[in-house]
């Protein structure tokens, strides 16, 4: 131990493109990162503003988009910051960064299970859907979506803390990913790994399936509907929802709880880009942009603003 060099900060290399290609994708990084927060914080700011969205679907969704917005500001600035060719982050930083990418993450798989057990709720249980999704239950049920993932991002954090980490101190992704992390670390890393798998795969491989379970339920019940447009209607929006959650899900299970030994560096970057990046973008689109409540209160904002005018 005492001939070991313990690093104090971290080198993020970043995204794997030719040095030429760094401002068109600086600036699509950025506009993409724009339209994040943008849409995500136009949700949350309608869905405060509208009283008729005080509803425990409308409630979840605020969550879902300020859980979007935060998980792209923990990495997006840093990234594009990294395309400018400042690559270091200290030992701290690299640390704060990996916890709060754990709790936004995964308030974001919590999330999509509790909004898809509120949806099957709504439409197998429509007449019982008030007394079932109570503001209390659902008040209860984002306290404890919040209480798990902050729990959790703590173990892994103090779990990594404990480990040391030596001359190496390359870190082949675009943020402190855990498990480029443990690649890194010049200590015994086991506790780390059984963790990630046992408990990611209970807030990962459970919640996904459970997800799976509630949308067949759904479907099931809309196919003893006659009406042909309301069944085009639910599968639309079920179909659009459920390619956003796999997407979500396929890769974080890829990524940490089955990871395949012929994951090159390139495709471990783009399956993470997937979920910091893309999913926090497509998420309004997916759940707002297509729904007429939501359409219907951006116009009644604006309208009102118009007025005040």
């Not at 429509?126 to 239950?137: A, D, N, Q």
């Not at 173990?155 to 001359?167: D, G, K, M, V």
């Not at 799976?212 to 042909?228: A, E, G, N, P």
């Not at 994951?263 to 707002?288: H, Q, R």
Request: glycine content about 4%; some cysteine; hydrophobic content about 50%.
């Amino acid at each position: 131990m005492s001939n070991k060099t313990f690093t104090s900060q971290f080198l993020l290399l970043g995204l794997p493109i030719p040095p030429e290609h760094h401002h068109l994708l600086c600036a699509l990084l950025l506009a993409m990162y724009l339209t994040t927060v943008l849409g995500n914080l136009s949700i949350i700011i309608l869905i405060h503003l509208d009283s008729h969205l005080h509803t425990p679907m409308y409630l979840f969704l605020s969550n879902l988009s300020f859980s979007d917005l935060c998980l792209s500001s923990v990495t997006m600035p840093k990234l594009l910051q990294n395309m400018n060719n400042d690559i270091s982050i200290s030992y701290a930083g690299c640390l704060t960064q990996m916890y709060f990418l754990i709790v936004f993450g995964g308030m974001e798989t919590f999330l999509l299970v509790v909004m898809a057990y509120d949806r099957y709720a709504a439409i197998c249980f429509p007449l019982h859907y008030t007394s079932i999704m109570s503001p209390t239950l659902s008040v209860c049920l984002i306290v404890l979506c919040w209480v798990l993932t902050v729990l959790y991002s703590m173990l892994h954090t103090l779990l990594l803390a404990r480990l040391s980490f030596c001359e190496n101190n390359v870190i082949h992704q675009f943020f402190c990913d855990i498990s480029a992390l443990l690649k890194l670390a010049c200590s015994d890393i086991y506790i780390n790994e059984l963790m990630i798998f046992v408990l990611g795969g209970l807030f990962s491989v459970i919640p996904f399936l459970l997800i799976i379970m509630s949308y067949v339920k759904i479907v099931c019940s809309i196919l003893k509907v006659s009406s042909s447009r309301v069944i085009h209607k639910v599968f639309s929006t079920c179909g659009s929802h459920l390619s956003v959650v796999s997407l979500f899900y396929g890769t974080l299970i890829g990524l940490y709880i089955f990871p395949s030994a012929n994951n090159s560096t390139v495709k471990e970057t783009a399956m993470a880009m997937m979920y910091t990046v893309v999913t926090p973008m497509l998420n309004p689109f997916i759940y707002s942009l297509r729904n007429r409540d939501m359409k219907e209160a951006l116009i009644s904002v604006l309208c009102k603003k118009k007025i005040s005018l």
